[in-house]
């Protein structure tokens, strides 16, 4: 196959899906993974797509409307995350109440946890069952199961959130922008977020570079209203916002 060939392929693909990783791109044009890597590096340097750690993203030039499924997210820009996930742990006190979003980037938090006193709550089954092997206090949201994101959503959720008042939260999100704020592609999973951040004290958005200035269907959270915390800024505009911190990652 001829690099244009493939390029449109891997358009065609991207732009599909919104997220893939290399090994999915390996797989659909059935050549090697260096291969694949240096026409991800071309094309993001065309500006046709976004590449991240693992994988590429679709430009946003239109809202997204479909979420990646969380097996797939949780390969994409993976050090990011971690150094994220890291310093957001660092941030946890003794006697927190914590709200736990689902998402991949909240997933990896829970391995870095070095305050296991603190209560937490939940949204995600998956998130439930790593908090409780780390000999965690853990509460779970009740309602309806999204496949994609395995995300507890719906009314009985946001109902039990309205209980609850969090010392902080920890949120993922599909887009960060100061004049959107923070949105996702599900309504249902928005009403969630939007009502877990209304119940924090403190509110953090866990952020990849990927997701800066992109912009998904429905905004859970003002920009001003949470802390970002993102890696690897892009974008200088963003750090002189007081709410954004930059870690090394």
């Given at each position: ?75 994409l820009n993976i050090e990011e995350k971690v150094a994220i996930a890291r ?99 599900d309504i249902t999973e928005a009403l969630v977020k939007e009502k877990a ?53």
């Amino acid at each position: 196959m001829l690099a244009e060939e493939r390029y449109n392929e891997i358009l065609r693909l991207v732009n599909d899906k919104k997220t893939v990783t290399v090994q999915e791109l390996t797989e659909q044009l059935d050549t090697s993974e260096s291969t694949i890597r240096r026409d991800l590096t071309a094309l993001h340097r065309k500006g046709s797509l976004i590449k991240v750690h693992g994988g590429a993203t679709a430009v946003n030039l239109e809202p997204m409307t479909k979420d990646a499924s969380l097996s797939v997210r949780r390969d994409l820009n993976i050090e990011e995350k971690v150094a994220i996930a890291r310093h957001a742990a660092s941030l946890m006190e003794k006697d927190d109440f914590v709200y736990m979003d689902a998402g991949s980037s909240v997933d990896l938090l829970i391995d870095h946890i070095a305050e296991p006193d603190a209560v937490f709550v939940t949204n995600a089954i998956g998130h439930a069952q790593k908090l409780l092997k780390k000999g965690c206090r853990v509460y779970l949201l009740g309602g309806e199961l999204k496949e994609t994101t395995e995300a507890i959503v719906g009314a009985e959720a946001i109902e039990s959130l309205k209980k609850y008042n969090f010392t902080k939260g920890f949120f993922g999100t599909n887009g960060v922008s100061r004049d959107k704020g923070f949105t996702t592609p599900d309504i249902t999973e928005a009403l969630v977020k939007e009502k877990a951040v209304s119940q924090c004290r403190k509110s953090y958005i866990l952020s990849d570079s990927s997701k800066i200035n992109q912009v998904s269907s429905v905004t859970f959270a003002e920009f001003d209203g949470c802390t970002v915390v993102t890696t690897r800024l892009n974008d200088d505009s963003y750090r002189s916002c007081r709410n954004v911190v930059e870690v090394e990652g």
